[in-house]
């Protein structure tokens, strides 16, 4: 949810928010966070390992962030969002305050305040901004959508059991109800 706009929002607002709250910053206006509930907190850290381990265990350059990491995603002063989980191949988008640019991969786990930003505002900025995969977990309804905005911009989806094949990797496939 938006919070109240007296103004357009810029990096420095998002950047100084009071200790403890988190916002998004997107297209000049700041929407709160809520604090994430455990089955969020849990798929954001399955995957975020199982996708670290491929990538290790391949001897891969790309780096995987979960949130907390603030990401401008068109390295301008009006949009800093914080995907649930970032992966990033081109090192030189990151710095000391997260991402510069778009990252290769993002995963948003769906909580029921951001259900609207993740299915309809991000899923056009995350495409528009060169994002290549885009996954929006929904662990209430067991669903995942899956975008490949590198080759194919149509929506798969996938129930939670299901093997998911991950289009940035090849050999790597995900199954949901292994990591609950």
Partial sequence: MPLPQKQVYTSEDYWNLPDGQRAELID?????????????QKLVMELASVIHNHIKNKSGSCEVYPAPFAVN???DDSTWVEPDISVICNKSKLSDRGCDGAPDW???IISPSTQSLDYLKKLWLYQKA???EYWIVNPITHVVNVFDFEYDEKNI???F???IPVCIYEDLSICISDLI
């Fill in 130 to 132: 060169g994002v290549r």
């Fill in 106 to 108: 993002i995963i948003e």
């Fill in 73 to 75: 995603l068109n390295a």
């Fill in 157 to 159: 989806q996938y129930s």
């Fill in 161 to 163: 059991d299901n093997t």
């Fill in 28 to 40: 000049g206006k700041l929407y709160a966070m809520a604090p994430p509930n455990r089955i969020h």
